[in-house]
């Protein structure tokens, strides 16, 4: 059973990965970029996390882009 909650996790984990691997990062390197372990971005990644503001606020620094960005739907492309 998928609630709104659990979709809008997995969806955010979707739009992290893909903004990462398109950086050119592992995990690890986004992690320690952003000051949190690489089991953090993994989880979040996955969908596991209701990950905090601040959290995004970090990992979207590490990747030079606007919180925003990392909730933008991908067919609007990427920025």
């Known amino acids: 059973m998928d609630t ?9 984990g979707e739009r ?3 903004l990462r691997l398109s950086a ?6 986004l992690g320690e ?3 949190l372990d690489r089991t953090y971005i ?3 990644e996955r969908g596991h996390r ?4 601040t959290a995004i ?6 990747l030079k882009i ?4 990392l909730f933008e739907s991908r067919d609007r492309g990427e920025r």
């Open 24 to 29: 050119g990062l592992s995990q690890e390197q």
């Open 50 to 53: 209701n990950i905090s503001l």
């Open 42 to 44: 993994s989880s979040t």
């Open 57 to 62: 606020t970090q990992i979207a620094s590490a």
């Open 66 to 69: 606007s919180p925003a960005t």
């Open 33 to 35: 970029a952003a000051g």
């Open 4 to 12: 709104e909650s659990t979709k809008a996790k997995v969806a955010f």
């Open 16 to 18: 992290l990965r893909a």
